[in-house]
């Protein structure tokens, strides 16, 4: 028997306290009678005469008119969260929970009138929860508001739609704006709601191109057990996914694990496809036996489990493909809370009863990211014996520091540890998730307030690359001050090479391009110089970044599959002049301790108006390509590249074939065989730049530009086209293409191919074919055009060509060539844009310090 006095209300009026009555009533012969029966052994969640389920501790206001099925009609109630209450983790309560709180309806249709008949239930049919805060935790007092939109006659019963909020200590937590709930019998509520299975989600990718994301650690898991999920539960994830999981130490994420208890609501994930799912991003499949005697079995007749709490389970699937991508690892102590601000969709199709043996989640994942917070945003079905029963898209969860936990650098800049560390065991600097933020323009939070004074109102500053573009994850080492050029700033970085990522796959070999060697050099010195607070000479002008040319060698043959890549750069020479700064930049890539790469390069900071007439490299002047001074050379020919497809398969004998998907690079070409400034070949091409291109995007969405890297890349491919189309390779058997060893590329940029220009051109005169053993090598020269100016000029691009069955232990030992000589420096100081042209980046000079891989200078 309720004890009326435990009762209150906000007002004292007898329809409140009858609705009051009532509710309670309702839900407690739709609970209690369910958990007095209940094993006590089943989940040990609560004595058996607790209320397991109910999630309303009072009545505040109730409005609409009995006998009246029609708005205006609304309840306001409150549920005070109780200490060490059985269902919160760590003291947070769950968002199933906060969901059920739509369990007051049943107060308002009781109000209304709704005649309780034999064998009617209510249910919550589909609700579409949006979250805006941080969930309740223990102690708190929620406040919701239902608010009726309208009524419908289902049957002998009722339907009413209505919207709902939650709010807590004032702020808004959750909001729905279209959700439906109904009294009357099961069959009848649920009919035709079957045909919802294929609901598909409405979530936009925020992400600057539709790719894949690279988990922060890589594991071999593709299921876990039920002895794994224990150990979930108790927060042992390095047992489950390997030692790089294991922040104990550190006293890191202490409450990133599983829910355990009557609240646990999967057994086992039997697949993890990291590659699985409609998009390729990821699927996961994980069980949960049904114990017919189990406490989430409510109401007398037509007992069925709660929505919410499958909903639970879905969401716990998604916190462990967050820990399964080692998402929370950039946070000292997080936790997982729901994705703010993306409507899910929750849909109930049919029942799961006490009858049903076995619950079946599937996952489709349809985004990941790291911001705004570490996130998973996922479609997911749920079966009770093979049957859909309900389905939720865009069901988003988050890894999200804790209040109070720092993130980031502090109010003096400094970057304290917060709990990442590279493979090595040592420190990290700045995290994924800081440099996520670089490349977002946020770069107050991630590199400190000093350089957010180039961020302000008035100005702007490009991004580092983003998205998939990005080409460095951590930072490990700084050595510098903001504001202070000295020549011996040192920046170490890292950089994980996925062996499934997309440039494995669109290259015309399973091997690392070219430009992706260039881009995870450049992008790091240009970090080096933005850390030492380069824009910060630029303080109310809109600024823009140049690289402006550099030299490279590949020193020896690597395969970077699965390869952590450790990049050191320093600054070699600090240039400001009228307007300007240059800073030349020395490099060296490393893995497993060995250097693999390594040259310098020059970067360029110019505010907006240097960059509006761009005057190339000769001075503003067209200067003609090699095929216009020279047109019909004998033999010449064209072909078309980008519509013939033949080009991207194995071509018979040599197996040889050109890059596809995001590196269709050329369209179509013109061949001399015998022409080019040395005779020795000729290659003239042309690319229709379309301003939807990916790398537009990626590589700064302030300035949108293409990577100059990627005009070397269509370089490097239209010299593999010359390399097939004369048959240089059909004596050797089955080979492929590889990065060329030992051979130093030279680049020198003065313009841009920009969004709104329509074409690329380009040449190359091949300047030597060599021939050695297991090796075939060829060496060109080369320009890029934009329509009417002539604006990269390359030397010694070449292209390689090795057997396919020789292992890179294997390949032929070459050498690396040095800086040539007549290499000079000119000074730019008070110089324009155009005369900057001049200053070249010179070889390594007598005396002039490197770094080795641990971070020492050494002589060089």
Sequence with gaps: MLDEGLITTAVGDRPLVAAQLAMQRRLLEQLDRVAGRSSAKSDDVQSPDSPLYRF??????????PGRFEPPASITAEYDIPEHAWYTLDGVVPAGVVIETTQCVLALLEHLGVKVGTGQVYRLLSADPVFHDRLPRE????????????????????????TFECHVDGVLVMEMTDACAGYGMPAELLSGRAELADTRGQHRRDRRAPTKFKPLERTDRVNLTAEDIDLLTRGELAAVFGRYWDQRADGCNRSIRLATGGIRMIDEVTTIDRFGGSRGFGELIATRAVDANGWYFHGALGSAMPATLLVAGATQLLQVYLMYSGLHLVFPDGEFQPAFDIPARVEILEQVTAQTRAITYRADITDSALLPRPNVVADLTVYADGRPVLRITDLAVQAREKPGTPIGPGADGVMPFLGRRNHAGEATHSNEFHLALAGDGKFAAAMGSELSAATGVGNRVPRTPGGDYQRFDRIQQFRGTPGVFDDDALLVTEYDSDPEWWYYHDNGSTTMPNFIYQEIALQSSLLLGYLLGGPLLFP??????????????????????????????????????SGVLLQRFGFRLFTDGELFYEG?????????????????????????????ENPNPPGAHSLSIRSDDRWRQPQPGTGLRLADGRLRLVDEVTVAPDGGVFGKGYVHGVRAVDPSDWYFDVHNDLDKVMPGTLGIESLVQALQIFVLDAGLAADMGPVRFEAPVGVQVRWTYRGQVEIHDKQMSFDLSVKEIRREPGRLLVVADANVWKPGLRIYEVSDVAVEVRPSGQGLEEAACVTTQGPRSGDVQHSPSGQGLEEAACVTTQGPRSGEGQHSASGEVVSS
């Design 56 to 65: 309303v501790s009072r009545v505040l206001e109730i409005h609409g008119e």
């Design 540 to 577: 109310e002008d809109d600024l823009f970044v140049r690289n402006l040319d550099g030299y490279a060698t590949l020193t020896r043959p690597v395969d970077l599959r699965g390869k952590t890549i450790r990049h050191e750069t320093v600054l070699k020479t600090h240039l400001p002049g």
């Design 139 to 162: 102690g708190q007092k929620i406040v919701f508001r239902a608010e009726a939109t309208g009524f419908e006659a289902r049957g002998d019963g009722l339907l009413v739609h209505f």
């Design 600 to 628: 310098q390069t020059m970067y360029g900071y110019f505010p907006g108006e240097w960059l509006k007439h761009q005057r190339g490299m000769d001075g503003g002047k067209y200067r003609p390509s090699w095929l216009e």
